[in-house]
């Protein structure tokens, strides 16, 4: 990425098309294809504009598709165990949804479990559906920039990761009232956080939106002028 | 382009060009444009009015999170009431944790439910402040370092909620021992959902309003 004053690239500063402005600063800058292993950074607040890799769209299905998978184990399979002079307890996620079913308590119950299942569950759809059409070299499918964007505003909200600190406090401060065993629901979250570090790792936005924008998605017609890349 | 106090050179931006950048994807557009055509989203200039909704939700979590200290987070029962009945809010339950030696849970549950919240409180507050206000490119960045750092911490408080779901779902063993969740589990969640709401409507783009030094459009578009 360089700066405006870069007379080599084509961009019109009347409509902005060819250009860039950084999501933290507004900073300016034109956009440039960077290959593979690049890192483009915002000359002014240096955050990180794109960072494309080589083959990133079809791991990312296939992470998604591995997150998907994972989660609904998580959902099924009982994540702890408790016993305690005979009487015994085994919970999954599933369980404490229906237990909670009919108390006052179902607002927050439904609010864990969306964060917790559902957001992940959505995302890793979200992401399916946008990339499968462009890993092919094909038109993205109806709607794929919304899908997307649902996508990234639904990412601070899933919160897998923080759900397993909080089964680790939940050990340590009931392993005084009764003895606890880690159930495969629990190892299938753990597994998760380190399928989203992946995931993340590949993940470029800039490229993304870059790619359902030159796979002919109709933006505004100037595309059309200058004739659609095949 | 004049040259202000700052040495640096101004730093062309999409504000200064009358253009508007995409929040979402980064695509720039004409000023007239109220959505952007390629990811959908909508266009916002940056401009100090949008920092009323930082305000609105974190005065919303403010408020939540009174009651989320006041009242207990959980209750538990012993032999159907008999062994002890205990209620415990936030705090106390640092201290119980404290007393039965666990001091590395009992700091991780302190800091995600009572250093980051109150933190969090400042810093937004602090941000929503000085932001549009002329500053130098050091002070500049140790503000946009701040945002990168309440946004990315803000989710972590959640872990107190998610012990109480846990324990109150796991810990139904009859006339042993059970958990309930108290009042506090709810507004604490919410506090926290209103406090992210407030950090995600902080416009970062307007800690770099004021740099280097304002031009004259910049002056006159300020609303």
Redesign the interface.
């Known amino acids: 990425m360089n ?2 004053e870069n007379p080599q690239l084509s961009y019109d ?5 060819g ?10 800058h034109v956009e440039e294809e960077l290959d593979p292993g690049e890192t483009a950074r915002c ?4 955050g990180v ?1 794109a960072k494309p890799q080589g083959g990133a769209f079809v791991q990312l299905i296939a992470l998604s598709f591995t997150s998907m998978i994972l989660l609904m184990g998580a959902v099924f399979f009982p994540f ?1 165990e ?1 016993s ?2 005979g ?3 085994a ?1 999954s996620l599933f ?2 949804a229906l ?2 079913a009919d108390g006052i ?1 179902l ?3 439904l ?2 479990l969306v ?2 299942v559902g957001l992940p569950v959505m995302r890793s759809f979200l992401i399916v559906y946008t990339l499968i059409p462009l890993a092919q070299g094909q038109a993205p499918y109806r709607h794929a ?2 899908a ?2 649902w996508s ?1 505003m639904m990412r ?2 899933s ?1 897998a990761e ?2 397993v ?6 050990l ?3 392993a ?3 003895s ?1 065993h880690l159930g495969p629901a629990f190892w299938a979250f753990c597994a998760l956080i380190l399928v989203n570090l992946a995931s993340r790792g590949f993940m470029c ?2 490229t993304i ?1 870059d790619a ?2 030159d796979a002919g ?1 109709p ?2 017609g100037r595309e059309l002028v200058q004739g659609r890349r095949a | 382009m004049k040259s202000g106090v700052d040495h640096i050179a101004p ?5 200064r ?1 009358g ?12 000023e007239s444009e109220s959505r952007c ?5 909508a266009l916002v200039p ?1 401009d100090r009015r949008s920092l009323q909704k930082v305000w609105a939700w974190w005065f919303a979590g403010l408020i939540m999170y009174i009651p989320a200290n006041v009242f207990p987070m959980m209750s ?1 029962q ?1 032999f159907a009431g008999l062994a002890g009945n205990t209620e415990s809010t936030i705090l106390e339950g640092v201290v119980e ?1 404290i007393h ?1 030696g ?1 001091y590395d ?1 009992a700091i ?2 302190f800091v995600a439910s009572v250093v980051v919240p109150m933190a969090k409180f400042v810093a937004i507050a602090w941000l929503a402040m000085v932001a549009g206000r002329p500053a130098t490119h050091d002070q ?2 140790t503000r ?1 370092h701040i945002y990168e750092v309440v ?1 990315f911490i ?3 408080s ?6 109480v ?13 059970s958990i309930h ?1 108290g009042p506090a ?2 507004s604490f ?1 919410l506090s926290v959902a209103f406090t ?1 709401l407030s950090a ?1 409507s902080f416009d ?2 307007l ?2 309003r004021g740099l280097p030094l304002r031009s004259r459009t910049d002056t006159e578009g300020q609303g």
């Not at chain 2, 253009?19 to 720039?28: A, D, E, N, P, Y």
């Open positions: 700066t405006p500063m009347k409509t902005g098309e250009l860039m402005a950084c999501p933290r600063c507004d900073a300016l000359i002014r607040c240096g504009l702890l408790i305690r002079m009487f015994g307890n919970t369980g404490v237990a909670f308590l607002p927050l119950v609010a864990v964060m917790i920039a919304t997307f964007r990234e601070p909200w919160m923080i759900f600190i909080g089964t680790a406090v939940a340590v401060k009931v005084g009232l009764a606890v936005q800039t939106w359902i924008e998605l933006t505004d | 730093i062309m931006t999409a504000h060009a253009l508007l950048g995409c929040r979402s994807c980064g695509r720039v557009w004409p055509q390629r990811c959908g989203a940056p538990t012993s944790l039965y666990n849970i991780i549950v500049a960045h946009l946004e803000g989710r972590w959640m872990i107190d909620v998610f012990v779901a846990i324990l109150s779902a796991l810990v139904q063993l009859g006339f042993v021992a969740p589990a709810v969640a992210m995600q970062p783009r800690i770099w």
